[in-house]
């Protein structure tokens, strides 16, 4: 039998680190196509990290896109660690597994909030579609990284996908 060994701490930062650059990348992509590139994370670096009312929308501001990448990248990675700590249990606990599908449910909400939050003041430059688009990504993104990784979730999931079931003998 293989033995696997978890770093819940390695593996949420890795999965965090995922999910961050996949956002990234769709808005980069996003940008690139509206020919400026990186004005995403200067938009939301002069509103978010430096409280400007009225951000530069017509180019990219360096200053600003690289303190909100910092911001982009904290978030991403803490939320990685709750992420890899439910997966962990979930492997377990068969209740934590429905909590990952409430934590991904979540992670959507939470991010169309503060894309609300932020659509006067970005100048309503991204719209809430292609923000549940990238987060979703996102969230499949790190989830197959879990996966891959988690050979016996994987099997608990095949067993008792939602842990909805009571445990042997009490049905």
């Not at 992509?29 to 200067?42: E, K, M």
């Not at 400007?52 to 990448?69: K, N």
């Amino acid at each position: 039998m293989i033995h696997h060994h978890h770093s819940s701490l390695r593996e949420g930062v890795a999965a965090g680190l995922l999910g961050a650059a996949t956002v990234a990348l769709v808005f980069l992509i996003r940008d690139v196509a509206r020919g400026v590139p990186l004005l995403t994370p200067s938009v939301l670096g002069q509103v978010i990290a430096f409280g400007e009312s009225y951000p530069v929308t017509d180019q990219a501001r360096i200053g600003p896109a690289l303190a909100y990448t910092g911001i982009h990248l904290v978030a991403f990675t803490l939320f990685g660690l709750v992420f890899a700590g439910l997966v962990r249990l979930a492997v377990t606990q068969p209740a934590f597994r429905f909590a990952l599908m409430i934590l991904f449910v979540a992670f959507e909400v939470f991010f169309a909030g503060v894309a609300y939050m932020l659509h006067e003041s970005t100048r309503a430059l991204f719209p809430l579609g292609l923000i549940f688009l990238a987060n979703a990504t996102a969230a499949l993104v790190m989830g197959l990284y879990m996966w891959r990784h988690h050979p016996a979730l994987r099997r608990a999931m095949r067993r008792d996908p939602l842990g909805m079931n009571p445990p042997d003998g009490h049905r």
